[in-house]
């Protein structure tokens, strides 16, 4: 079964840490990009971080410096890091697989590409 699992959401304060990981089935991680974009209430989802199957890396200005975007190869598994987070952190985060590099970073539903149900990222005091 083709699919891609989030976990790692939460609640946290603000300044602290979270590791949200996307675990693929084997067919859509290797050779694939893979992306992070996030979704507050009322606004468009974007991306936050993506890397390429070679491990070219691209991230948001908003969250330069603060996430990290890795990839395991062995587990299938997409990771992003992020410290320091701040309350406009706050999203839905969705993990996408794109054997296109724009298409990972345009996030648009198109066939080939695939996404995950989502993971609930909530900065609050």
């Known amino acids: 079964q083709v699919q891609l699992v989030e976990s790692g959401g939460g609640l946290v304060q603000p300044g602290g840490s979270l590791r949200l990981s996307c675990a693929a089935s084997?067919?859509?991680?290797?050779?694939?990009?893979m992306g992070w974009h996030r979704q507050a209430p009322g606004k468009q989802r974007e991306l936050v971080a993506g890397?390429?199957?070679?491990?070219?890396?691209k991230y948001a200005d908003s969250v330069k410096g603060r996430f990290t975007i890795s990839r395991d190869n062995a587990k299938n598994t997409v990771y992003l890091q992020m410290n320091s987070l701040k309350s406009e952190d706050t999203a839905v985060y969705y993990c996408?697989?794109?054997?296109?590099?724009?298409?990972?970073?345009?996030?648009?539903?198109?066939?080939?590409?695939?996404w995950g149900q989502g993971t609930q990222v909530t900065v609050s005091s």
């Open positions: 996408n697989s794109d054997p296109s590099w724009f298409g990972m970073i345009d996030g648009r539903i198109r066939p080939g590409a695939y």
């Open positions: 084997g067919s859509i991680f290797y050779g694939y990009n």
């Open positions: 890397i390429s199957s070679a491990g070219t890396t």
